[in-house]
Nanobody, 124 residues
């Protein structure tokens, strides 16, 4: 059983930055691909970014490309999301998720474990 705990959310003004973290335990973190998703009020959960098992490949939603950077530290069992140039439309609960395989997946139904999320609010 893999446990995921997100942190780093908060309130930030438009144009600002935040760095989210996701601490993993209970599994073989270094062998899993990992993702960030987000869910805004009244909307479906959507893919944000993904990274393969060793960090050698990344993939981003068009809406965050060039502003967000996903990374991981396998020695610390931690996933990160650096978010720059934040916009009000980035406001959402951000979730990290694990897919128990080495290759990138971006669909919610492909994920095996989820964290409980961290709230990011971007004010205009």
């Amino acid at each position: 059983q893999v446990q995921l705990v997100e942190s780093g959310g908060g309130l930030v003004q438009a144009g600002g930055s935040l760095r989210l973290s996701c601490a993993a335990s209970g599994g073989t973190f270094s062998s899993y691909s990992m993702d960030w998703f987000r869910q805004a009020p009244g909307k479906e959960r959507e893919f944000v970014a993904a990274i393969n098992w060793n960090g050698g490949r990344t993939y981003y939603a068009d809406s965050v490309k060039g502003r967000f950077t996903i990374s991981r530290d396998n020695a610390k069992n931690t996933l990160y999301l650096q978010m720059n140039s934040l916009k009000p439309e980035d406001t959402a609960v951000y979730y990290c998720a694990v897919q128990k395989g080495p290759t990138i997946q971006i669909r919610t139904w492909n994920m095996d474990y989820w964290g409980k999320g961290t709230l990011v609010t971007v004010s205009s």
